[in-house]
């Protein structure tokens, strides 16, 4: 019997209401459609709209949603991830406590091999121009896009778009609405994948304009530069699924997004959304600015640039006048230190790879004092291993190397004949090799001061660290390349890591970042490359079995701190009262849909006008 998807309790629900729904717009599209600009609203919703329920109750129309950025970058990530219109959807604010659910896919099915998917999109889908959506526009997106290796701009989560062995699946178009996938191995897990990505489609008409394969004045270098969300020649923005239409960008000042016409998402009222006519990103300066203006009023909500540093801050101002805010926790992972492990520097690589430093660096950290004195005793000391609430997390190995332990530290140096041999207070590898480290980080608010902690404990066992501190645009660009010793980042893809393997295993040339050598050139270690394999399987294994198989890699992974977790943290973010339909808890992390989508802006909206500082 085929594994087949349908929801037909809650489709044909949806059918006889629908069916006789009248459905209702914004005033600023009203107008619009009474001046014959817009078509009415019916004929721009699809045949079966999608229905988001609210987090607590219908909203109204109108306002401007309005939030601060410390920086933009050309992938920004407001424009993209607002909705993540993937196949699928994740169940949000916490998506591991429910069902994969419908979103542009309407149902779906699989042969019972797991490798032939079979999804019919939703009827009717308009592009914001009200070009039709069809699965012409998968297919442009996933061969001539995301399958085209001269297309440089990677802003879509590409790597879940192709199996673990690195092959793309084979796509066919059965008709305008109807699409059947093929892979080469078993491959349910790609319903997570589809779910997870930024889109699944991008507009034929509008890109191919730009595409050498159907335009031979165009070229590569021209698309690139068009794919982008944001810059002087972008035009990823433009044309969308999206709730927002990008409309207006001025460089370190701000970006504005009006709502797109042809939304293809209602409320179960029948409402088209968006509720909030207006969407804007405004330029800070830095992490403090923004903030401050969440705190005043300037800005609307922050989850992205602001925690911690804030937290008291935002405590004390809490309930004063003209401070209308709440406070509310995410899941969030904490700071990751990566080794690299193909170091272009021999002696850096030759520490990085010695277990021994690895182990004795980490019962270095002194996470519990950490969280006392930077995270208001909300991070939870970790090793190296899956997030505690992920099916893969191993109880028994998870919490390995994370107390503060300086004692034990020493003796593992000790032991492995790891000491100073010169009086320098630093030591040496058997070989010579000091546990000298250049550690590059970013500018940030957080990791810079638990960073300088980290120096300063591990200096006392007799390990130097260089911090090397750099821009973020810059230290992405460096760790992307490889050029780094140590570096600083989140421990992100934790939860799922099946989803974003090729952060963790070399499923390609040059990942993962922290071992690029390793597809071309083997692993560096016998424990790595069995962590490896056991990944690599589980992928392409049952669910049951796959989560069997990365328990036991987990286990490896804490045992051998192929890389090191300070903490888990409950993360503060900061929302001003006057929304309605926000959540005060969600989760975030990267395999659910990055930072944004348990906020589901289309859904949110104005109880009262904002009241912003002069």
């Given at each position: 019997m085929k594994y087949l998807k349908i929801f037909i309790p809650v489709i044909l629900l949806i059918f006889f209401s629908q069916s006789s729904m009248a459905?209702?717009?914004?005033?600023?599209?009203?107008?619009?459609?009474?001046?014959?600009?817009?078509?009415?609203?019916?004929?721009?919703?699809?045949e079966n709209p999608l229905v988001e329920t609210p987090v607590s109750e219908m909203g109204k129309y109108g306002g401007k949603l309005v939030l601060g950025t410390a920086f933009f970058l050309d992938d920004e990530r407001l424009p993209s991830r607002v909705d993540r219109n993937g196949f699928f959807q994740f169940t949000y604010p916490f998506p591991s406590e429910g069902p994969i659910k419908p979103n542009l896919a309407e149902s779906w099915s699989w042969n019972d091999a797991g490798t032939e998917l079979k999804i019919k999109l939703r009827k009717g889908i308009k592009w914001s121009d009200?070009?039709?959506?069809?699965?012409?526009?998968?297919?442009?997106?996933?061969?001539?896009?995301?399958?085209?290796?001269?297309?440089?701009?990677?802003?879509?989560?590409?790597?879940?778009?192709?199996?673990?062995?690195?092959?793309f699946p084979s796509i066919t178009k059965i008709d305008d609405f109807n699409l059947k996938i093929n892979y080469k191995e078993k491959a349910f897990l790609f319903e997570k994948k589809y779910s997870n990505v930024v889109w699944a489609a991008l507009p034929k008409h509008h890109f191919s304009k730009f595409h050498p394969k159907y335009n031979s004045s165009?070229?590569?270098?021209?698309?690139?530069?068009?794919?982008?969300?944001?810059?002087?020649?972008?035009?990823?923005?433009?044309?969308?699924?999206?709730?927002?239409?990008?409309?207006?960008?001025?460089?370190?000042?701000?970006?504005?997004?009006t709502r797109n016409p042809y939304y293809w998402k209602v409320d179960p009222n029948g409402n088209q959304l968006p509720y909030f006519d207006e969407f804007e990103i405004l330029i800070a300066g830095d992490r403090p600015a923004v903030g401050l203006g969440n705190m005043t009023g300037e800005y609307d909500h922050d989850h992205m640039w602001t925690g911690?540093?804030?937290?008291?801050?935002?405590?004390?101002?809490?309930?004063?006048?003209?401070?209308?805010?709440?406070?509310?926790?995410?899941?969030?992972?904490?700071?990751?230190?990566?080794?690299?492990?193909?170091?272009?520097?021999?002696?850096?690589?030759?520490v990085n790879r010695n277990v021994h430093f690895r182990r004795a660096l980490s019962l270095a950290i002194d996470r519990k004092n950490i969280s006392r004195a930077l995270a208001f005793d909300l991070m939870t000391p970790i090793g190296a291993s899956w997030a505690p609430d992920s099916p893969y997390f191993d109880k028994g190995s998870g919490y390995l190397y994370s107390e503060y332990d300086p004692q034990k530290a020493r003796k593992i140096l000790d032991d492995a004949n790891i000491v100073d041999r010169d009086g320098d207070g630093v030591r040496e590898l058997p070989t010579g090799e000091k546990l000298e480290m250049i550690w590059d980080m970013y500018a940030h608010d957080l990791y810079t001061p638990m960073s300088e902690m980290i120096v300063a404990t591990a200096s006392e066992v007799g390990i130097k660290l260089i911090l090397n501190e750099a821009h973020q645009t810059l230290y992405r660009k460096n760790y992307d390349a490889g050029n780094y010793e140590m570096s600083?980042?989140?421990?992100?893809?934790?939860?799922?890591?099946?989803?974003?393997?090729?952060?963790?295993?070399?499923?390609?040339?040059?990942?993962?970042?922290?071992?690029?050598?390793?597809?071309?050139?083997?692993?560096?270690?016998?424990?790595?490359?069995?962590?490896?394999?056991?990944?690599?399987?589980?992928?392409?294994?049952?669910?049951?079995?796959?989560?069997?198989?990365?328990?036991?890699?987990?286990?490896?992974?804490?045992?051998?701190?192929?890389?090191?977790?300070?903490g888990v943290r409950k993360r503060p973010f900061i929302n001003q009262n006057r929304l309605g339909n926000m959540v005060l808890e969600s989760t975030r992390v990267q395999e659910y849909g990055n930072f944004d989508p348990p906020f589901r802006y289309m859904q949110v909206y104005a109880k009262y006008p904002a009241k912003r500082p002069n």
């Open positions: 459905y209702e717009e914004s005033p600023m599209l009203k107008k619009l459609v009474k001046s014959g600009k817009l078509p009415p609203v019916d004929q721009r919703l699809p009200g070009t039709p959506f069809t699965v012409d526009d998968v297919i442009f997106f996933m061969e001539d896009i995301v399958d085209d290796k001269n297309v440089a701009y990677i802003w879509f989560y590409e790597g879940n778009f192709y199996e673990v062995n690195g092959n165009s070229s590569y270098e021209i698309l690139n530069e068009k794919l982008k969300l944001l810059g002087k020649n972008s035009e990823g923005g433009r044309v969308t699924l999206n709730a927002w239409v990008v409309d207006e960008y001025v460089p370190d000042g701000k970006l504005h997004m911690f540093p804030h937290y008291s801050m935002w405590l004390e101002e809490q309930g004063k006048t003209n401070r209308d805010y709440s406070i509310g926790f995410s899941n969030a992972p904490g700071m990751k230190i990566s080794f690299n492990f193909d170091a272009e520097d021999k002696d850096a690589r030759t600083t980042h989140d421990f992100t893809d934790y939860n799922e890591p099946l989803l974003a393997i090729e952060k963790w295993i070399p499923t390609k040339p040059g990942s993962p970042h922290f071992h690029k050598d390793a597809y071309g050139k083997g692993s560096f270690s016998p424990e790595y490359e069995e962590f490896s394999k056991l990944l690599k399987t589980a992928a392409t294994a049952s669910i049951e079995e796959g989560i069997k198989l990365g328990q036991r890699a987990g286990k490896i992974m804490a045992e051998n701190v192929f890389m090191i977790h300070v």
